[in-house]
Every structure is written in C-alpha cells, then in structure tokens.
C-alpha cells in the first residue's frame, strides 16, 4: 500500500519495515490516503500513522490502535462493510507498527562527529569562526509546512534521519533580534550595530529604502548613510550560518493542536457554539532536553577603516543569537513556548564537546533567573515570588533583559495596573521590589 516498485519492496519490505531512517519513512515512505487503482478506498488515519512511524514510542501506539480496531470491527451491531474497512485499517495499522529500531551506535557516532566539526571548525577557521552549543527548555517545531504530510513537516537530515536547525533559521533570528535591537539601541550605540549587521547579513537597495529593514530599524538616514561606507551598492554578507546538528540524541515525540470549532473555523457555521467534535491535527516536535552545536564563520574579509575586525561581528552574532535562542525561540509556533533554548554560556566563541554541564553559578544572575523562571511563572502563584530575585540584578541592562524574557511581549503591551502582571509589581508582600523593578526599566503603568 506505501508506493514503491518491487525492487525496493524487496529490499525494504512492503511497508518499509527494514528501514530505520526517520527521514526516509516520513519522505519517501509515507502512506497515502488514497490508492492507485482503489479510487473509493480511502484511509483517514494516513497522516497520523506516518507520523507515528517517526516518533517516540510510535511503533506501540500503532500496535495499540490495530487493537482498537480489531476489537471494534467485531462488535454485535456492526455492518458487514464497516466490519471489513475496520479490519483493513487494524491490518495497516499493524504493518504499519513493525519499525525498525535506530542504531544507538550510530546516533551516538553523529553525536560525536558534530561535536568532532565544531572542534574542526575552531581549529580551521580560527578567530574567524564563533562554536557553542545550545539546549532546548521547550519543544521545538522546524519546516511544519513542509513535509509531505501538510503542516505536520520536520527539518531531519537525510542520511541519519535525525533532527537538523537549518542555517538559514539560525541567520533568520539573527537578523530579527538584531534589527529590533538597532531599533530600540541608543542613538550613540545605533550606528555601530548597524554598521556590523549590514557586514554580518548583507544588504540590497530596498533593505536601505525608507521601508526597507535596515531604513526601518536605524532610520532610513542612517541606514544610507552607513550604507555609503561600503560603496552605497548591494553587499554580499561576510558571515556563514551553519546548520546546527545535535550533539546529544533529540528525541522526535508526537504533538497535537486540537480545534473546538472546525465548523465555525471552516465557515459552515455563524457561532462558535460549545457543541462541535474537536478534530485533532497532529504534528512532530523535538523534544526538550535537545541539545544543537551552532557555528557562525566569516568567510570573506572585513572591509578596511570602518572601525570594526572580525572579532568585533562575531562577538555581537554571538549576542544576537543569544538573545534571539532564549527571549524570543526558533521555529514555528514560538508565542505558544515552542522553540525556547536554555542561555548558552556567556564566554564569547566558547565550545562544549558534550551535553553541558553548566550549573546555575557558571551563569550571570541575569542567565540564572531566566533559566529558573521563564517557563514556571504564572501571576496567580509564583510571580510575586520571583520579585526580590529580580530585584537583585544590579544591572541594568541586563535586569532588562531577564524581564524581557520572562514577562511576554503580549504582556509588556497591555502595561495597565489593573492587569494581574502589574498587580504582582505594585501590591502585596513584594511590591516595593517590583515598584523598584518597573522604577529602574522606566516602565509606566497607566
């Protein structure tokens, strides 16, 4: 039923049950809902079941629903046809349960040879090139609408069938945070960070018009006229973002999002009335506790007298990522708290071989507090509780950071006293310590 020709069926197995690469089953390997030369047969489960067959657990979870299935198909009232299409879906859903366990000592050899290339990396490319490391504190979705399955994609490598971050994920975030950075920096500190993201990312004509990106986030006059120092043409970016491979063994697990009103969502209905069927659309995810090894490289040279060397980009790619991995996440989904990563060290072009071991003393207070707190506060419990740690943080950039990064932006817009963030910092048992917190930020409540 998985289309395939009878060569590859021979070595494969007729559904593929030898192979134990992820990204072959779910991309070369999927079933089909309908069947060539069956045009009247048709099999809802097709989606949820490929996606079973690249998950945690998947295999037991096939197994569990050709239970079901059976069982079903031999009920006292059920028809004669709905018997056999019952028995038909256990029969695939049980072929489709016989997967092929990964080699632990091959994902343990990709583990050692992405750790083995950043090492290589560093030693090849030098001061020209930045290798950290990075963890997940949440779920992460890549490449959703991708996949063959719609909006239910996942980035994987094709030789290994493991979980990859695309460079060209990495540079996106990267370039976001540091445009909203240059947005919102001092007009002293504007000019330089547009200056290295124009070296960093690269510029055309319309990135340096009044609505391009760098005109909208340092000011069109700005913009034109750093732009003016590189020739006032377009500018090949002097950075390579390098697809960030896992170090450790990311586990893909099986995530769901779950509509209550598909008929009102699909517009045969006027209300979204509290009596629909939720219909569930499941999708892949990686699991929390992954972690990914990250290289930038400049791979051209820095253009002479403009004030800044090569160390001077790397070190601010560096914080750009580091802000855009643990305030604002990767991939897709990220305002739900998918895509979150863990602070990474703060020690510029520092490389971890291994899974990290950092304890909360290796972190600034400000890293310290996002870690303990970003994904465990809530304003009915714990938030006045984590005031006075807040609090303590004497800087101040970097307490406005941590508050960046645990309070959402969602939230910092609604900036009204009667909003239950805002009662936390203003009333109870900690409220001189958030008066203090909002006193430093200059944040206004109205």
Same mark, same amino acid.
């Given at each position: 039923?998985?289309? $395939?020709?009878?060569?590859?069926?021979?070595?494969?197995?007729?559904?593929?049950?030898?192979?134990?690469?992820?990204?072959?089953?779910?991309?070369?390997?999927?079933?089909?809902?309908?069947?060539?030369?069956?045009?009247?047969?048709?099999?809802?489960?097709?989606?949820?079941?490929?996606?079973?067959?690249?998950?945690?657990?998947? *295999?037991?979870?096939?197994?569990? @629903?050709?239970?079901?299935?059976?069982?079903?198909?031999?009920?006292?009232?059920?028809?004669?046809?709905?018997?056999?299409?019952?028995?038909?879906?256990? @029969?695939?859903?049980?072929? $489709?349960?016989?997967? /092929?366990? /990964?080699?632990?000592?091959?994902?343990?050899?990709?583990?050692?040879?992405?750790?083995?290339?950043?090492?290589?990396?560093?030693?090849?490319?030098?001061?020209?090139?930045?290798?950290?490391?990075?963890?997940?504190?949440?779920?992460? &979705?890549?490449?959703?609408?991708?996949?063959?399955?719609?909006?239910?994609?996942?980035?994987?490598?094709?030789?290994?069938?493991?979980?990859?971050?695309?460079?060209?994920?990495?540079? *996106? &975030?990267?370039?976001?945070?540091?445009?909203? !950075?240059?947005?919102?920096?001092n007009p002293e500190d504007?000019?330089?960070?547009?200056?290295?993201?124009?070296?960093?990312?690269?510029?055309?004509?319309?990135?340096?018009?009044?609505?391009?990106?760098?005109?909208? /986030?340092?000011?069109?006059? @700005? /913009?034109?006229?750093?732009? $003016?120092?590189?020739?006032?043409?377009?500018?090949?970016?002097?950075?390579?973002?390098?697809?960030?491979?896992?170090?450790?063994?990311? !586990?893909?697990?099986? @995530? $769901?999002?779950?509509?209550?009103?598909?008929e009102y969502y699909g517009g045969r209905r006027s209300r979204a009335d509290d009596n629909e069927s939720p219909v569930p659309n499941y999708f892949p995810a990686v699991k929390e506790g992954g972690t990914f090894g990250f290289a930038v490289l400049i791979n051209r040279s820095v253009p002479a007298g403009i004030g800044l060397n090569t160390g001077d980009i790397l070190d601010q790619a560096r914080r750009w990522i580091d802000s855009a991995l643990s305030q604002k996440g990767l991939g897709a989904k990220t305002a739900a708290g998918y895509g979150w990563f863990e602070p990474c060290a703060r020690q510029t072009k520092a490389l971890v071989s291994a899974p990290p071991t950092s304890t909360k003393s290796d972190l600034s207070p400000a890293d310290a507090f996002i870690l303990k707190w970003r994904s465990r506060l809530n304003t009915k419990d714990n938030f006045p509780v984590a005031l006075p740690e807040l609090a303590a943080i004497s800087d101040d950039a970097e307490l406005r950071r941590a508050f960046e990064a645990v309070v959402p932006e969602n939230e910092r817009r609604r900036n009204r006293r009667n909003h239950p963030y805002w009662q936390a910092f203003t009333s109870g048992k900690f409220g001189d310590a958030g008066r203090n917190i909002l006193a430093r930020l200059g944040f206004t409540l109205t």
């Open positions: 039923m998985i289309p $395939m020709s009878p060569d590859v069926a021979e070595l494969v197995g007729d559904w593929a049950d030898q192979v134990d690469n992820r990204s072959l089953l779910y991309e070369k390997f999927a079933l089909p809902k309908k069947w060539v030369g069956k045009p009247d047969e048709k099999l809802n489960e097709a989606g949820r079941w490929s996606l079973l067959r690249i998950v945690r657990r998947g *295999g037991d979870l096939l197994q569990k @629903d050709a239970s079901r299935l059976d069982r079903e198909s031999r009920g006292e009232s059920v028809t004669p046809s709905v018997r056999d299409r019952k028995q038909r879906d256990a @029969d695939v859903a049980s072929n $489709m349960g016989r997967i /092929a366990r /990964a080699d632990s000592e091959l994902i343990r050899a990709v583990n050692q040879n992405a750790a083995r290339f950043l090492a290589d990396l560093r030693t090849t490319y030098g001061d020209n090139v930045i290798t950290f490391e990075a963890t997940l504190a949440s779920r992460l &979705i890549l490449n959703l609408a991708g996949g063959v399955v719609e909006n239910a994609g996942i980035s994987l490598d094709r030789c290994f069938g493991l979980p990859l971050i695309p460079g060209s994920a990495v540079k *996106g &975030i990267t370039r976001s945070q540091a445009l909203w !950075e240059i947005r919102n920096a504007r000019t330089r960070l547009l200056k290295v993201a124009l070296l960093l990312f690269g510029f055309s004509a319309n990135d340096i018009k009044p609505k391009g990106d760098f005109a909208w /986030a340092g000011g069109p006059g @700005d /913009a034109a006229a750093v732009a $003016m120092e590189f020739g006032n043409g377009d500018l090949k970016g002097c950075a390579s973002f390098l697809p960030a491979y896992p170090t450790n063994c990311p !586990e893909i697990v099986l @995530d $769901m999002v779950n509509p209550h009103y598909p």
